[in-house]
């Protein structure tokens, strides 16, 4: 059994301790510090034989204790558009799904906060699995890591920082960030660590559904962008396919993001809208949408509805669509059409999960098969 310490997504506190615990001199663990966190978040390194700012001994003595080490790429998808998917393995049952999705001017990485999700927002296919647990800021960060080595980002690449491919982080993929607070704030702030990573926090999302005691505490402890996974702008009809808002309804969730911290002009919050046939789409809603965030910097993503099996719900008309766009641009508020990306690979806003659950099918019945 492994029982090293993962260096990966502890503050610079924790790998001080850890540095400590595992037999480094106290005057240096300073020092030490700074080196291994160059060493695992701006070069990149999976193991301590490649710090050579460290003494043979040292590197020795830390690899007996400690590792810095990346979680297991179970699969690694390629959408005929670009986009790239990850299946990653933490532990026995504990996996999660992450997206690369390359566009002309920037690379957006979604990533992951939960295995699983306890909102079962009706639309979501994500929501059809039952959350197991939170990840650690580790296993957040690792996301990035994966990301980073499979798209070849590392100096050792030869790659520089003026054209890196992961130009954005959006905290979209499975779960609540703001269920598991700590550890996603911890994770962002090691993203945006100046001497590492390295992200503007203007580059980094978070996604919520509407956690309202949270948010005030995100902008305050996590400063990143906000983006509220809205999808209804009546109570009845968002209670239904956003079940949280029976707790926290949709005045109260405005009402809070009205409050959120440094919101501005160059700061918007994004309103994420997922556009279902005959549901949320029609002009009455359109205008009320704009009538709910008015004075609010804002800009609102319409993204057309992506078909998972069994799904209760279809996609909005195009010209649906567009006309419901128009009434918002006429209101003078941003209101791009989401184009899906990675659908064959069911990589799209709210498919993960659902063809890993699909692949571990196959590979039983292959493994079935093999044993018989």
């Not at 001497?195 to 305050?220: D, F, Q, Y």
């Not at 209101?335 to 571990?360: F, H, N, V, W, Y």
Request: charged share 25%; aromatic share 6%; hydrophobic share 40%.
């Amino acid at each position: 059994m492994n029982d090293k310490v993962n260096l990966i997504g502890l503050t610079r506190q924790g790998l001080i301790a850890a540095l400590g615990a595992a037999g480094l001199p106290e005057r240096s663990l300073r020092m030490r510090a700074s080196q291994i966190w160059n060493a695992a978040y701006v070069q990149g390194l999976t193991d301590f034989s490649g710090i050579t700012t460290l003494a043979k001994d040292a590197r020795a003595t830390l690899a007996q204790h400690l590792e810095i080490a990346r979680p297991e790429v179970v699969t690694e998808q390629l959408s005929a558009d670009g986009t790239r998917k990850w299946l990653l393995r933490f532990g026995p049952g504990i996996e999660v799904e992450t997206v690369f999705i390359p566009e002309e001017d920037r690379g957006t990485l979604c990533i992951s906060s939960q295995v699983g999700c306890t909102l079962t927002c009706r639309f979501c296919h994500t929501g059809t699995q039952k959350l197991v647990r939170n990840l650690t800021a580790g296993e957040i960060v690792a996301q990035v890591m994966i990301a980073k080595d499979a798209l070849r980002e590392w100096p050792r690449a030869g790659r520089n920082a003026d054209t890196r491919a992961i130009t954005n982080i959006v905290m979209m993929g499975m779960g609540e960030p703001l269920y598991n607070f700590e550890n996603v704030r911890d994770a962002i702030l090691i993203l945006a660590d100046g001497e590492g990573l390295s992200l503007s926090k203007r580059r980094i999302t978070l996604s919520t559904a509407g956690v309202v005691p949270m948010i005030a505490r995100a902008g305050e402890e996590i400063g990143s962008m906000l983006a509220i996974s809205l999808h209804a702008v009546r109570d009845e009809i968002r209670d239904v396919i956003v079940p949280l808002n029976k707790k926290y309804p949709i005045r109260e969730l405005v009402a809070a993001v009205r409050a959120y911290p440094g919101l501005s002009n160059a700061r918007r919050v994004t309103w994420e809208y997922v556009m279902l046939k005959g549901v949320n789409d029609s002009n009455a809603d359109a205008k009320e949408l704009v009538r709910l965030i008015q004075g609010i910097p804002s800009k609102i993503n319409l993204i057309p509805f992506n078909p998972w099996p069994g799904a209760p719900y279809a996609c909005s008309d195009w010209e649906r669509i567009e006309e419901f766009a128009e009434i918002v641009n006429r209101a003078g508020y941003a209101s791009p059409i989401r184009t899906p990306r990675g659908r064959d690979i069911m990589a799209a806003c709210g498919q993960l999960k659902s063809e890993s659950i699909k692949l571990r099918a196959k590979e039983r019945l292959a493994d079935e098969a093999g044993a018989g």
